[in-house]
């Protein structure tokens, strides 16, 4: 009988494979098991679809009120040299001398 793996999120040991993904029923947990797919890195892209890197440039395509302030960043504001990370909110960036963490699908690509 084959071993299968521990859940990578909760260590459970009762694991069972469904069809293509493993299932923890512990924690419901599901991963793939192919070692390829979770050793890829994360692609960021814009609203349109282009890949950003650090250091780029961007642009705000909307309006967007910066939470817990008074300030709105206004639609075409530019954001230089930007830093990309992981989480919700995948860019980090200064706008006017401020840091703001902002969602890659309100910019686009300078």
Same mark, same amino acid.
């Given at each position: 009988?084959e071993?299968m793996?521990?859940c990578?999120?909760?260590?459970?040991?009762?694991?069972?494979h469904?069809?293509v993904?493993?299932?923890c029923?512990?924690c419901?947990?599901?991963?793939?098991?192919d070692?390829e797919?979770?050793?890829?890195?994360?692609?960021?892209?814009d609203s $349109?679809? $282009? @890949?950003?890197q650090?250091?780029?440039s961007? @642009?705000?395509?909307?309006?967007?009120?910066?939470?817990?302030?008074?300030?709105?960043?206004?639609?075409g504001?530019?954001?230089k $040299?930007?830093?990309l990370?992981d989480?919700?909110?995948?860019?980090?960036?200064k @706008?006017d001398?401020?840091s703001?963490?902002?969602?890659?699908?309100f910019?686009?690509?300078a």
């Amino acid at each position: 009988m084959e071993q299968m793996p521990t859940c990578p999120q909760c260590q459970g040991e009762y694991v069972y494979h469904d069809s293509v993904n493993f299932v923890c029923p512990d924690c419901g947990n599901e991963w793939s098991g192919d070692e390829e797919t979770e050793n890829q890195e994360k692609v960021f892209k814009d609203s $349109n679809g $282009n @890949i950003l890197q650090d250091g780029d440039s961007v @642009i705000l395509i909307k309006d967007l009120k910066v939470k817990g302030s008074s300030i709105v960043l206004k639609k075409g504001t530019k954001a230089k $040299n930007i830093r990309l990370v992981d989480g919700d909110h995948d860019v980090d960036c200064k @706008i006017d001398g401020q840091s703001f963490s902002l969602k890659s699908e309100f910019l686009k690509k300078a």
